[in-house]
């Protein structure tokens, strides 16, 4: 049985660095995922399915949205739960998740195989990608269950101090996804349909296993699903709809900077887009952190222990901020050996690397973010949050980008950007130190 941590007490430190390894080694696993999907796609058909399989995916991941708002909400609940040591509001609230997740998982299949197309052609898709994206797209909201189920159970163990198991779950779909995927694509000549079907059964394969192993081991308290309360249900949706709002601002803003970017013509988008892979692997330890603080507080805000909150705010910002700053200093260094192993035209190069070794020293303190904001969240302050994510992108992210960028030229994107990483990590302390997220009360205080 794999260990589950009591955050309420121990060497934090120590606890920190040993539960966010795992989670960081899942988001990176997960990132090798979409990489082989595209790799093998693009290879072995052409440049016209991985341009259908690209758009099914923006629409994918706008649905997953939503269960990461759910995730996080399940986060906050269960993490407190945890720390109550309340194994009957636990069983409740994981049936209550159980029950909402299935629903959502049959609502959004059905709607998403059925408007598969109006939707393909709301995202613009061109007329050679349609076919294609649509049989992708319908056969990916066929099996959505096992997308919604997966990330759950991994949710779950991490709100029980367990992070290890879910990168067992996560190492199954990945390996089976890069062994099967060809063989589906090629082997069975089944084209994109293939990689569809082949991502359906990895993500399958490691839900009924995540199910059994879960089940056998005991490692949570899942019961048959019975009808929950309303009680239930509402603190669930009040969590988990501004939670899954913060992923379409985060979307939105996103889209609004390349608005800016794509101003400066095709070297500069490339060289953007390359940094942006480098990007995304290299905040993986900022992101690990900000999950796992999130845990590790939801417990002890659970028994109400906020001294105990504030060192773990105060050891995950200093660890952070070191790591962070090692791995800037190393891009910095290697900026250029990064982008080529993506691009190869000079104009992008130097574009990319220039982009990379401005905003490189700015890491830390979007790491910050992720940090202050997990711990607020694991209070239940999704609302909260969401202002935090909107002041972020569409306060500072895009307005200091766009006006950067028109004083400085193209060096100016990276300027605004690590400018608006500083600011929000500003903001995001003073509302941690003052903010009145501790009086959000999720249940009622123990006696």
């Not at 705010?313 to 070191?322: D, I, L, P």
């Not at 910050?368 to 239940?380: D, E, P, W």
Request: aromatic share 12%.
């Amino acid at each position: 049985m794999q260990k589950q941590h009591d955050f309420t007490e121990g060497n934090i430190l120590k606890q920190l660095i040993i539960f966010s390894g795992p989670i960081m080694l899942t988001n990176l696993l997960q990132t090798s995922y979409q990489f082989a999907d595209s790799l093998w796609v693009g290879n072995l058909i052409g440049a016209d399915a991985l341009g259908a399989v690209s758009i099914s995916g923006v629409i994918i991941f706008t649905v997953l949205s939503f269960v990461i708002g759910l995730n996080n909400a399940a986060l906050a609940i269960l993490s407190q739960q945890k720390g109550k040591d309340n194994e009957d509001g636990l069983r409740r609230y994981l049936n209550a998740f159980v029950v909402i997740l299935a629903i959502m998982a049959v609502v959004l299949g059905t709607t998403g195989f059925v408007f598969a197309e109006a939707l393909l052609g709301l995202m613009g898709t061109p007329e050679s990608m349609m076919a294609e994206a649509k049989a992708y797209l319908q056969i990916n909201f066929l099996g959505i269950l096992f997308l919604f189920g997966y990330n759950f159970i991994s949710t779950v163990l991490r709100a029980l101090g367990d992070s290890k198991t879910p990168l067992r779950f996560v190492t199954i779909a990945v390996v089976m996804n890069i062994v099967i995927n060809p063989l589906f694509i090629a082997g069975f000549n089944l084209g994109v349909e293939g990689a569809a079907y082949a991502t359906v059964v990895s993500q399958g394969t490691a839900f009924l296993y995540g199910v059994i192993y879960v089940l056998y081991r005991k490692l949570a308290p899942f019961s048959l699903p019975t009808l929950p309360s309303r009680q239930e249900v509402g603190l669930i949706l009040n969590l988990g709809i501004p939670s899954g709002l913060q992923m379409a601002v985060i979307s939105a803003g996103s889209a609004a900077i390349m608005s800016v970017v794509t101003t400066f013509g095709g070297s500069v988008v490339a060289g953007f887009s390359a940094s942006q892979r480098l990007d995304s692997l290299v905040m993986l330890p900022a992101q690990a952190l900000g999950v796992a603080v999130s845990s590790m507080a939801g417990q002890n805000i659970g028994v109400w222990n906020w001294s105990r909150v504030r060192s773990i705010a105060k050891y995950a910002v200093v660890y952070n901020f070191s790591v962070m700053l090692v791995i800037g200093i190393i891009v910095v260094i290697f900026a250029e050996h990064g982008v080529r192993l993506f691009i190869q035209e000079e104009e992008a190069v130097q574009f990319g690397t220039r982009y990379l070794q401005i905003i490189a020293l700015c890491y830390p303190f979007l790491g910050i973010n992720f940090i202050l904001n997990g711990i607020v969240r694991a209070a239940g302050a999704m609302y909260q949050v969401l202002a935090l994510n909107i002041i972020s992108f569409w306060v500072l992210r895009y307005p200091l980008t766009a006006l950067f960028s028109s004083w400085f030229g193209d060096t100016g994107i990276a300027m605004g950007m690590g400018a608006s990483f500083l600011v929000s990590s500003m903001a995001a302390y003073l509302y941690y130190r003052f903010g009145k997220w501790r009086e959000k009360e999720l249940f009622a205080k123990s006696r």
